[in-house]
């Protein structure tokens, strides 16, 4: 399911940053991160049973190290919130609906849309570096 998700994912990373293939990327953007969510929640699922199935069978049953159930239900469970947070605030939230214009961050330029800030999540140094950089650019 990983190599799915990210092959998707790198080809949508792809289209978005090719001019001409913008417009055709974006509609499916809600789409991958529904997919994220979805690997996060099996993948916290398969843990979570390989976990029950060492402890009622032992060793035999499934043969796991329970430090690596704990890391991995830890990992998945982590990426679940933070794909969440970034659906809700992408897709759900009254201030997505506003357009957000493409911003350059350390020299890079977001061209897929990634990076994307709200004013107010901003520090005062981070606005301060980057409206700088800006003027360099120019």
Known sequence: MNYTVHAVMYFYY???SVP???KYAF???QSITTIQ???MIVGSTVTVAAA???HKGGRTACFIDPA???MGLAMYLSYLVLFTILFSQKYLSKS???GVKATKICGVEDKAGFF???DHTKSASSAKIADEAAKKTK
Do not use: D, G, R
């Open 20 to 22: 001409s293939l913008k």
């Open 96 to 98: 997505s609906k506003k």
């Open 37 to 39: 969510i979805l690997q």
């Open 68 to 70: 690596n159930s704990k």
């Open 52 to 54: 029950v199935w060492h």
């Open 27 to 29: 509609p499916f953007a």
């Open 116 to 118: 994307h800030t709200n």
């Open 14 to 16: 792809f289209m978005a």
